[in-house]
């Protein structure tokens, strides 16, 4: 079927017209616009009924509602909100209850709209806790902060994945070493570590995610990788808001961990 270009209301309009015309007949208007005798007669009746706005839709809403809240109940609500300003609906409700028992009183959320519509509840203004943010990573010097991470895997040519070690210094920003490792392995991150530590020093902080083999559910997420650090930069550990060396990031928050390790990937 082609695609006619046309809303409902102006197909209605344009049968409507042709009606006025009294050239067709209702079966043939019928045919013509692809509907039933029955729908034809009814937009016809319509059109008599209230003029040139009769091709347009009418409201489907209930005239009567058999669930509507009584408005001697509804009169009696806002009134005794009005004599008690810092009363909510329960309490309201409750106090009506007392009053007549045997009555069939609205829920708490009904009593609560009814209130609302009648401007008798101003809505309460929402606030928003703020994130905290990225913790602050502003090194002192070199060989401060080390942030170091296990960037994504990728598969190289021979079908075998590649996992990238990339360990940075945070202050010049300089790229200390990558190594390409074939898994996640505690052996040869202690061995490319070591090979860091041999050339460049030891740094006061290594900053990490809270992935393997950095971190664990153990306590305070030690890992066998962050318990091997401890002696190695006991010498040198501050204790900061976020924890000593080795510093994780905060548990189930992606952006944080992002913003540590994030100049890893510059």
């Not at 019928?30 to 003029?51: D, L, M, P």
């Not at 318990?227 to 204790?239: K, R």
């Amino acid at each position: 079927m082609p695609w006619k270009g046309v809303t409902v209301s102006e197909q209605r309009q344009r049968f409507l017209e042709d009606y006025q015309l009294n050239y067709y007949s209702i079966t043939e208007l019928s045919e013509r616009f692809g509907i039933s005798r029955k729908t034809a007669h009814k937009w016809i009746n319509r059109f008599k009924q209230y003029g040139q706005d009769g091709y347009h839709e009418i409201s489907r809403r209930p005239h009567i509602c058999p669930w509507r809240t009584d408005q001697a109940i509804t009169k009696e609500l806002v009134k005794l909100r009005k004599a008690h300003r810092h009363w909510g609906p329960k309490k309201l409700l409750d106090l009506m209850h007392r009053r007549d028992p045997k009555r069939r009183l609205p829920s708490v959320a009904t009593a609560a709209r009814i209130l609302s519509r009648e401007g008798l509840i101003k809505p309460r203004r929402r606030y928003r806790r703020a994130h905290p943010g990225c913790p602050k990573s502003i090194p002192q010097g070199p060989n401060d902060i080390w942030p170091a991470d296990y960037k994504g895997q990728f598969r190289l040519k021979n079908g075998k994945y590649c996992f990238p070690l990339t360990v940075s210094d945070l202050s010049p920003r300089f790229i200390l070493g990558v190594d390409a490792h074939p898994a996640i392995s505690l052996e040869k991150t202690v061995r490319h570590f070591t090979v860091l530590f041999d050339t460049y020093g030891l740094p006061n902080r290594i900053r990490t995610d809270n992935g393997v083999p950095f971190a664990s559910n153990a306590l305070a997420r030690l890992s066998q990788l962050s318990v091997w650090f401890t002696p190695a930069l006991a010498t040198q550990v501050q204790v900061s808001s976020w924890g000593s060396t080795p510093s994780l990031s905060s548990r189930g928050n992606r952006s944080r961990m992002a913003c540590m390790s994030g100049c890893t990937v510059r």
